[in-house]
Each structure stands twice: as C-alpha cells, then as structure tokens.
C-alpha cells in the first residue's frame, strides 16, 4: 500500500440501486467516500446481474462477480491483496470472511448492516403473532380505527438464533457501520458489543439547492419504497385496509400515489383510481414525486435502522406521517423530538421551528388510523400548520445530518491499518469466535464445494 492511499474492496449482497431503496444509496455513498480519498474500490458480488444498478464503472469502480462457495474466491483476494474488505450485510460477512481472513489475514474486516436485520425480523415475528391471535379471537378486536398500529413490534424478543447469528458476524469483524443511533444502543447496552468495533454511519442525504415547489403548487399523498423489504409491503396493506379508507373519508379531494422498485402482482392488484389509490410502482426521481406531494405518509408496523424516504421528505420540506418505527433513529437524535407522540401539538413558535436544538417531528408522529386521518386533515388543508411542519422537518434533518462520529471512517480505518494488531489485541470475543464458531460455516462451504466438483 502505498503512503495515504487503500485498496479497498467490497462485497455486495445485491448490486447497489439508489434509485430503489435507502440501501442502495447508503452503500453507493460509501463508495464514494472512499473513492473521494484517492482509495481504488472493487465492487464483488454473487448477486444476479440488475436493470436499476448504478454505473459503477462510470465511477471508476472496477466489477467482479463471485461465486459461492468455491475456492475461486480465495485465489481472486489473494490477488488483490486489499487492505481493508468491506462486507454488505452479515450473511455475505457468513460466506466470505474465513476466506478473507485465510488470504489476506491482515486486512480490515468490516461489516456494513444497513440496519440490523435480526432487530427488523424480531419485530416482524411479533407483529405475525399479534395478527394471528387476533385473527383468533376476533371478538376482542376493537375497531380497525383505533387499534395501535405499530404497538406488537414493541414486544420483540431480541434474544432470537438471527441475532446471534448477526451478532456473531459483528464481533468477527474489526469494525461494523451503523447506522442507527437507537441501533448503536442495542448493541453496546443489550449484546454488549465493544464500542471500539462499531462505528455510527448514518445514511447520506444530499442537500436540496433549491427549486422546491410550495404548500400550493403541490398536490396528494405519497409513500414510496421498494416492494421486496417487507416493511414497505406491509406499510402498503395499512394504507389499504384502513389507513386510506380513513383519509379518504376525511380528504375526498386527495388522492394517495404509491411507487417503489419491483412491485408485484399482488401489489398492482390494489390500483384503484376510484378509491384515490394510485399503485404507481417504479419512480425515475424519487426526490421529484415527494417534492412535489403535500404529505408524505408510512404506517410503518415493523423495520429497523434509518427511514430514508422520511429523511428524503425532510430534505424535500414534506411534512412526514408514520408510526414511531418509521421515526426511530431520526427523531432521536434529539430528545425533545423523541417524546413526541401523534397527540403532541405543533403550536410552538417560528423560532424554535428554526431551532437547531430543539427540533419536533416535522408532521406527525401517529399510532392508529384516526390519528393519520386526524394529522392527515390538519396539514394537507391548512397552509399555516404545513409550513411549521415543513420547517420542524428541515430543523431535524439539520440535526440529524450534524451527528456524526469525531472522525471520519477513513480516518478510523487508517488507524486501525496502521497497527491491526494492536486493534484485534483486546478483543477477546473475536479471537473467540474465530476459534469455534465459524468454522461450521467453513466447513460446510467446502463441503458443498466438493460436492459440487464431484456432479
């Protein structure tokens, strides 16, 4: 390596596609970043080829596909010889990390979550289990209006076999990106995970240069998102069974658009112009579409880590309506912001609007259908409350973007290469595991690699 400069590689779990989910521009930022830096970047993958992935090598990134579970692999690394390995998401950290670790010992092993998937899956199991016992009991369900939307996921057991499979991966690691302050928590307070192997990497928005239409030039409801996370699609059957209704109700002039990458059949099914229920499915500008709508709306039951419609909505000046999941890892990033609830009221004056300190929720923070309907009548038709919300909005999108760690990721990671003994030293944990609990995923690799030649 020569003075200043990296050869960083990266392993993706799917190609990048920013213009499909927060995902996707989260790992294309973080390309970037090292690419800013002078760091040459090469992007591997075993995912299928796709339409919507970003122009990598208009990026100066060089693409390689990979296979799974073959020794060519580690014949490709050696080569390379990176000196930090970035690995998108803990399954691809499952795959490749002994095979990284047994060709290129020294380099820096990180791992990039985009959010926890074993917090997003408890919380999807419970919400499963709400709805079953209440489809069994349908005699105790009070009206669909009033039911507490995103109550069950406050009820997720977080000791699951995924999250030791996640956690695992993350102390194997030299370092893990996060990118959720209320995700940091967990896993410093709850797993106990070092704070010295985490790193708080919030998504990166890039700021609006002006150009955005006001409270009258815009028009309806939007919620965007990409159908295969299944949050979206869950969100998408609330808005459905008695979110919309309910708005609809109250707002008859409105009308709700829904776009996101890869919406199925059974998604494109619930068009409905008569009923003001737009399946639009793919966005060629997702800023454009929430720009130019007057509320953004996610009644978000379950999920994890960092919204970025809802951040993308603040950039854009759109008031934002979702549930406390949708607000986690925003709104807490300042306490005052955090304790609002869909009852919490917006008479607070233009000046702690502007506030860097004490930003509030720009729009509505709700729990059930008549609180989004409710919210919902209060912002799209009186210009004086959206323009608050607007500006709480943008307050909080400020905060959110000034918090960031006192140095920077490529500052941690030369650091830490510059003596990664001395960084692996105190971590017990790792060496640990090392020692025992991956080689059943080593063993079972090479085990179907044999297999495989013998067909």
């Known amino acids: 390596m020569s003075k200043g400069t990296m050869q960083v590689v990266v392993i993706g779990y799917v190609w990048p596609e920013p213009n499909s989910s927060a995902a996707g521009q989260n790992m294309l930022a973080l390309i970037n970043q090292f690419l800013s830096l002078g760091h040459s970047v090469t ?10 992935k970003a122009d990598l090598s208009n990026l100066g990134v060089s693409s390689e596909a990979v296979a799974l579970n073959c020794s060519s692999f580690n014949e490709r690394i050696a080569q390379l010889q990176p000196d930090v390995v970035i690995f998108d998401r803990y399954m691809t950290e ?5 095979r990284v670790k047994d060709a290129c010992p020294r380099a820096i092993r990180i791992l990039n979550t985009e959010d926890l998937h074993s917090l997003r899956q408890a919380r999807h199991d419970a919400v499963k289990t709400q709805d079953n016992a209440l489809r069994a009991n349908k005699e105790t369900v009070t009206s669909p209006l009033l039911t507490n939307i995103a109550s069950a996921a406050k009820e997720a057991d977080y000791n699951t076999p995924l999250a030791q499979r996640e956690i695992a ?3 194997r690691c030299d370092l893990t990106l996060v990118i959720s302050r209320t995700e940091y928590a967990l896993l410093t307070n709850h797993y106990q995970v070092p704070a010295k192997q985490l790193y708080y990497h919030p998504l990166n928005v890039a700021t609006v240069d002006g150009g955005i239409p006001n409270f009258e030039k815009r028009t309806d409801i939007v919620t965007i998102g990409n159908f295969r996370h299944a949050p979206n699609w869950d969100s998408v059957l609330q808005l459905k069974q008695t979110v919309w209704p309910a708005i609809k109700k109250a707002l008859p002039q409105a009308n709700l658009h829904i776009y996101g990458a890869y919406p199925p059949k059974k998604a494109t099914q619930l068009h409905n112009p008569k009923s003001g229920f737009y399946l639009d499915g793919w966005a060629d500008n997702a800023h454009d579409v929430i720009a130019n709508a007057r509320l953004l709306i996610a009644p978000l039951r ?17 008031p934002t309506l979702t549930t406390w999941v949708g607000a986690e890892g925003i709104a807490d990033v300042n306490s005052s912001a955090a304790r609002l609830t869909s009852n919490t009221s917006l008479d607070i004056t233009e000046e702690a609007a502007n506030s860097p300190t004490q930003p509030a929720w720009g729009g509505a923070i709700c729990d059930t259908a008549e609180d989004f309907a409710k919210h919902a009548v209060r912002l799209y038709n009186n210009e004086e409350e959206w323009a608050l919300a607007s500006k709480l909005g943008v307050a909080l999108f400020n905060t959110f973007e000034d918090d960031k760690e006192s140095e ?10 510059s003596d990664v003994e001395a960084h692996r030293k105190h971590l017990f944990l790792q060496g640990l595991l090392w020692h025992q609990t991956l080689n059943a995923s080593k063993y079972m690799s090479q085990w179907i690699e044999a297999k495989n030649q013998n067909l």
């Open 43 to 52: 992007f591997m993958t075993a995912a299928a080829d796709s339409v919507h």
């Open 169 to 171: 991966a993350i102390l």
């Open 302 to 318: 379950f999920g994890a880590g960092i919204k970025g419609k809802i951040l993308e909505a603040m950039r854009c000046e759109t």
């Open 408 to 417: 920077t990721l490529a500052e941690r990671v030369s650091i830490m290469a």
């Open 94 to 98: 499952e795959q490749f990390s002994w």
